[in-house]
């Protein structure tokens, strides 16, 4: 059997090689495996004529997939790929691979070349290794370079000196704090910035929210290719659709002609499906309608499964976008009235009393399309999250309220993830520019007690606020509305991610008091450190051109808008300096915090999503080669440090569905700490929403968790989301199914179980 090396030599497959090179990666990282036992598995696995890079694969994979026997195994995949990687680029310096690359910048090229030695001592490739095997995976298949045929031409690190370059050139200072804090894991920027970072058209902002414009042809079919442009280049897009005319509007003095909003929105779903940004993933738009429309009934049957396929348009995804009135209707089952925003214009400009003067002006006028009872169209809203997970629930007086924006205008809609709030207009599409920061790199046990550096996590987040602010300054923008808006208001979105994983290091139960204390102190702190960056920023550079007339212009800052007792505050005395700094000489950025989901960020960095409790305590990953089971590493571990980790208990936790809390040997405590998010009171995830909501100025992307959903289960949820006072009620419905189809087998001999796969 013969192996083709790097070289392209052919040579016959030698055991004590393949064996050889798994002894150097286990003892390099002192794991307790036998590597005899490990290449003989891959020698069985063997093809012909397999190349070493696909040897290399074959190994991982095979270590992967005895992980749940012993996560040691995870180091010696992940170290494989690693390896492979740095192999294959042969020690190439940063600088060669970026002069080489066909996608970089003449600017940053030529750059690179005037400080390569800086630049190429600067970057630490031992780093590559601190990613786990599904992180590097992550980066290999969508991240990381590749040339005109498809191979990997840069390593982790390079990307990170990519990114990080391309932000600050000429500032080698800037560029490199930026690098080291990415490569230490302490953050990370959103996917558009890693994807198109120091290439010839960078565009590397995240969410753009587009308005509309006038209910005309010519006005939508802009919207659509605005729709497509940003697609083309990574972004997500929510667009809210309050402004069309209803079914059987009058047109033209034609009556009962207007067709409504359904056959427009296939043309928008159509358009998502056929620009997949650049082959990266699939583009991305969300619809927000004002429950007031007539159309609404439409609105939430488009995602269903069943039904006319003329009236479902399902590539797309849906909120509702709540005034208080409507809640109030709901609670005292009164009648819901529906207007056609032709006949009755202006709701969707208007936001509290104003909004409810206006609509009841209607009312009297006898103005309405429809009535409906409000629970109605309440329960038809419930019916619909209980099939698809949506519509997203945004509580429109709360989001204009509390938003700093509060002075440009009324904000219509949010993103296509529901954490940002903008102001958008017909000449202005919001953009905002997102990264999040890593907790769990911030938390630890000293001396037996739990231990949080804050002072780092505020650093971290001034470094972040500088970052973005610098992304606003050199970014491609697809459309002009996108840049007028973004260099205007100067909006940013710092995020989250491994909030769950920070409680786990902790042994903080996700329910405890302390967890609830550490969540607000975290945001506190993140908050105070944006807006110290942002003030100081607006020192240097004069404040963003509407910040006058906004609430921070009056020391008004987001915790100020909430009824938040301001004794609970972690830092007064410098909050209080603060105010008076913003007051003289202003801030550089309207928005600051919206904590995002961090999906493949979070896979990237070995985090648990977002603000996210674990929702298993085992779970399938995906990879080319197939499926795996992967259990919580935290639990793990856990249970390692007491001897009590055995092939038996890991069976056990399978055929409970990723649960702990019914396995025998597991120890309360260890059964409070790791509750899944199926297991946790959702009242406790709204709490520790609400809770950090005065320190987030846009809004928050909270999905909430109920196995076995039903209309009375998501009254009292909404309600309660409502009445806390949160801007995004909801971002997914995550429920169960009644029969998973996903079996896994633990042992042939064994019965099979259920796995609930995140």
Same mark, same amino acid.
């Given at each position: 059997m013969k192996v083709t090396k790097r070289d392209n030599t052919i040579q016959d497959v030698d055991f004590n090689k393949i064996t050889e090179r798994i002894r150097n990666i286990t003892s390099e990282n002192n794991l307790k495996l036998d590597p005899i036992v490990i290449a003989q598995k891959v020698c069985s696995s063997?093809? =012909?004529?397999?190349?070493?890079?696909?040897? =290399?694969?074959l190994t991982a994979e095979l270590a992967i997939?005895?992980?749940?026997? =012993?996560?040691?195994?995870?180091? &010696?995949?992940?170290?494989?790929v690693i390896s492979d990687i740095h192999k294959n680029l042969n020690n190439k310096q940063f600088s060669d691979i970026i002069n080489q690359s066909p996608h970089i910048s003449p600017d940053l090229k030529d750059f690179t070349q005037k400080h390569q030695t800086e630049i190429n001592n600067e970057i630490d490739y031992q780093k590559d290794y601190l990613f786990d095997y599904f992180g590097i995976k992550t980066l290999e298949r969508a991240y990381l370079s590749k040339d005109l045929t498809g191979n990997i031409i840069e390593r982790p690190q390079d990307l990170f000196m990519r990114v990080a370059l391309a932000i600050h050139m000429p500032d080698l200072h800037s560029a490199f704090e930026t690098y080291h804090g990415m490569s230490n894991k302490q953050f990370i920027h959103a996917t558009p910035t890693l994807f198109n970072a120091g290439t010839p058209k960078q565009q590397l902002s995240s969410c753009f929210l587009q308005d509309i414009g006038d209910d005309s042809l010519d006005s939508i079919y802009k919207t659509l290719t605005d729709c497509a442009n940003i697609s083309k280049y990574a972004g997500g897009i929510g667009l809210h659709i309050h402004n069309i005319r209803s079914t059987g509007a009058t047109i033209n003095n034609v009556p009962n002609v207007g067709q409504?909003? $359904?056959?427009?929105?296939?043309v928008f779903n159509d358009t998502a499906k056929f620009i997949n940004q650049g082959g990266k993933r699939p583009g991305s738009i969300a619809i927000y309608l004002q429950v007031d429309h007539p159309d609404?009934? %439409?609105?939430?049957?488009?995602?269903?499964?069943?039904?006319?396929?003329e009236a479902r348009a399902r590539d797309l995804f849906y909120a509702a976008w709540i005034p208080d009135l409507f809640m109030e209707r709901v609670k005292e089952d009164k009648l819901w009235s529906l207007f056609c925003p032709?006949?009755?214009?202006?709701?969707?400009? $208007?936001?509290?009393e104003e909004y409810t003067e206006l609509y009841t002006k209607y009312e009297e006028e006898k103005l309405f399309t429809k009535q409906v009872k409000a629970q109605e169209l309440w329960f038809a809203i419930c019916v619909s999250q209980i099939e698809t997970g949506t519509p997203y629930m945004l509580y429109k007086d709360a989001i204009n309220k509390r938003s700093n924006q509060k002075n440009i205008g009324t904000i219509k809609s949010s993103n296509l993830c529901t954490e940002i709030c903008q102001y958008t207009s017909k000449e202005e599409t919001a953009v905002c520019n997102l990264a999040s920061i890593c907790l769990p790199q911030f938390a630890g046990i000293n001396s037996h007690t739990p231990d949080f550096d804050f002072a780092a996590l505020k650093q971290t987040a001034k470094i972040i606020t500088r970052n973005l602010n610098k992304v606003i300054d050199i970014n491609f923008y697809p459309t002009k509305e996108a840049e007028r808006s973004n260099k205007r208001h100067r909006p940013i979105g710092i995020g989250v991610q491994g909030l769950a994983d920070t409680y786990l290091i902790l042994k903080l139960p996700f329910s405890s008091p302390e967890a609830k204390q550490l969540n607000k102190q975290i945001f506190e702190t993140i908050y105070l450190g944006a807006a110290e960056a942002s003030c100081e920023l607006a020192k240097q550079n004069g404040p963003y051109e509407t910040f006058p007339g906004s609430p921070a212009s009056e020391g008004i800052l987001q915790f100020d808008l909430w009824d938040l007792n301001k004794d609970t505050l972690m830092y007064p005395n410098e909050w209080n300096i603060l105010k008076k700094d913003i007051i003289k000489h202003g801030m550089y950025n309207s928005l600051l915090l919206a904590p995002m989901p961090t999906a493949s960020t979070s896979q990237i960095m070995g985090n648990n999503e977002c603000i996210e409790p674990y929702t298993s305590n085992i779970y399938l990953?995906?990879? &080319?080669?197939?499926?795996? $089971?992967?259990?919580? %590493?935290? &639990?793990?571990k856990d249970l390692q440090d007491l001897n009590l980790w055995t092939k038996q208990l890991k069976d056990d936790i399978i055929r409970n569905n990723g649960s702990v809390q019914n396995v025998k040997n597991i120890p309360d405590n260890l059964k409070l700490l790791y509750k899944t998010a199926w297991e946790i009171s959702q009242k406790v995830l709204i709490d520790q929403a609400a809770d950090r909501a005065p320190f987030v100025c846009q809004s928050q992307s909270m999905n909430l968790f109920i196995a076995k959903p039903d209309i009375q289960k998501l009254t009292a949820m909404h309600f309660y989301t409502w009445q806390k006072g949160l801007k995004t009620?909801?971002?997914? &419905?995550?429920?169960?199914?009644?029969?998973?189809? %996903?079996?896994?087998?633990?042992?042939p001999e064994q019965q099979s179980c259920e796995l609930c796969s995140a």
């Open positions: 063997l093809n =012909d004529n397999i190349k070493t890079t696909e040897l =290399d694969k997939s005895m992980s749940t026997l =012993d996560p040691e195994y995870a180091t &010696l995949a992940s170290h494989i409504g909003i $359904v056959p427009m929105l296939k609404i009934f %439409q609105f939430l049957d488009l995602k269903k499964n069943s039904g006319d396929e032709h006949t009755a214009p202006g709701l969707s400009d $208007v936001y509290g990953r995906r990879t &080319l080669a197939g499926e795996f $089971v992967v259990i919580n %590493q935290h &639990l793990v009620g909801m971002y997914y &419905l995550r429920t169960q199914p009644a029969a998973n189809p %996903q079996q896994f087998s633990i042992e």
